[in-house]
C-alpha cells in the first residue's frame, strides 16, 4: 500500500470529512475519495460508509487509522535515520582480511564505540574474492580488500571502491648470510630464486599472479610448493627453508628470515575498501569509510 493514501486516512479520521481533508491537503474531494477507494482496494475491504450526506470510517477504517499512524511514524524515522545528514545509528557488517581489520579496523571500532556507541560492527575475517562475493550476496555492508599494481582487480560497475592505504613488499628468503642475494632490481633477485620453491596465498590468487607475472619478465616458471594464508606461518615456511615469498616490507623479519626489497618494478599492495553503488551515503557506512581513510592518512 502506498503511504500517501494512510495519510489520507489518518486526516480523514482526524477532520471526520473529505471536504476538510482535501482543504488542507490543498486538493479536491474527488482526489481524497480516489485515494480511499483504492486503499479500500489495497486492503480489500471497506473502509468507509455512507452517514446521511458525508461519510464515516467502518470499524476496519478506524481500526487501519489506527495502524496507519504507528507505520507512518516508523517511515517517518527511517528516512530520518537513513539520510545522509542523520546521526550513524545501526549495525555495519565489514568483511575483510586479517591484517587490515588487526591494524586499520579495530582501532576505529574501538574509536566509535565511545563517539558514536549507536554504530555496531560485526566483522567477518575473509579474504577479498570471499568478502567481495558476501558484498555481491548482500550479506555484508563493506568489504576490506586489496590488490596489488602487478595484479589490478577487475573493473566491477556495480560497486564503489574507496582507495585506502598501499604498502611496498619484498621477497622474504631464507637468512643464509649472503648479503649479495639482496642486490640488483626486482628482476634480478628474482632470477637469483629461480630453482628455488615459492609460498603462495592459500585463500587469494593476487601474490601468486605477482610471482608469476615477475618471473615470466625473468624466463621462468616458478615452482609453487607451499601454500599459506598466515603471513606469520610464510614467515615460518621460509625460516625452515622450504621456499621464498612474498611478505610486506614494514613487517618485522622473524629469525631465520631476510626481506629484500622490490625495487624496478616495485611490488605494491593496495587497499581499498568495497561498497555496492548508492550504498555509500548510508551514515554509519559512510561514518566507517571516513575514518578508515583518515586513518590511512587521507583527508576528505
Known amino acids: ?56 470510517l467502518t470499524p476496519a477504517g478506524r481500526r487501519l487509522a489506527e495502524h496507519a499512524v504507528t507505520i507512518l511514524a516508523a517511515v517517518e524515522a527511517a528516512h530520518h535515520d537513513l539520510s545522509p545528514g542523520a546521526e550513524p545509528n545501526g549495525t555495519l557488517r565489514i568483511a575483510g582480511y586479517a591484517t587490515a581489520i588487526r591494524g586499520h579496523l579495530l582501532p576505529v571500532v574501538a574509536e566509535l564505540a565511545v563517539s558514536h556507541p549507536r554504530v555496531h560492527v560485526l566483522i567477518r575475517e575473509h579474504e577479498p574474492a570471499e568478502a567481495l562475493a558476501l558484498l555481491a550476496e548482500d550479506a555484508t555492508d563493506l568489504a576490506l580488500a586489496y590488490d596489488y599494481n602487478l595484479a589490478p582487480a577487475a573493473e566491477d560497475p556495480t560497486v564503489r571502491a574507496t582507495p585506502l592505504w598501499t604498502a611496498r613488499w619484498g621477497l622474504g628468503v631464507p637468512d643464509d648470510g649472503d648479503a649479495d642475494a639482496s642486490e640488483g632490481t626486482t628482476l634480478d633477485v628474482f632470477g637469483r630464486f629461480e630453482t628455488h ?8 590468487t593476487a601474490d601468486e599472479t605477482v610471482i608469476r607475472t615477475l618471473a615470466s619478465m625473468v624466463g621462468f616458471t616458478p615452482r609453487v610448493t607451499h601454500r599459506a594464508d598466515s603471513l606469520d606461518l610464510v614467515q615460518g615456511m621460509i625460516a625452515a627453508g622450504l621456499g621464498v615469498g612474498l611478505l610486506p616490507l614494514d613487517t618485522i623479519a622473524a629469525p631465520g628470515v631476510r626481506l629484500i626489497p622490490l625495487t624496478a618494478p616495485i611490488v605494491e599492495m593496495r587497499a581499498r575498501a568495497v561498497a555496492r553503488q548508492g550504498r555509500l551515503k548510508w551514515p554509519p557506512l559512510a561514518l566507517m569509510t571516513t575514518r578508515l581513510r583518515q586513518r590511512s592518512g587521507f583527508r576528505e
Open 1 to 56: 500500500m502506498e503511504t500517501r493514501r494512510l495519510q489520507v486516512l489518518v486526516e480523514l479520521a482526524r477532520l471526520g470529512s473529505m471536504r476538510a481533508v482535501a482543504d488542507v491537503s490543498n486538493t479536491t474531494t474527488s482526489t481524497v475519495s480516489q485515494q480511499i477507494a483504492a486503499l479500500s482496494r489495497d486492503m480489500g475491504i471497506a473502509l468507509i460508509e455512507p452517514q446521511g450526506r458525508r461519510v464515516r
Open 197 to 204: 620453491d615459492w609460498i603462495v596465498n592459500s585463500r587469494n
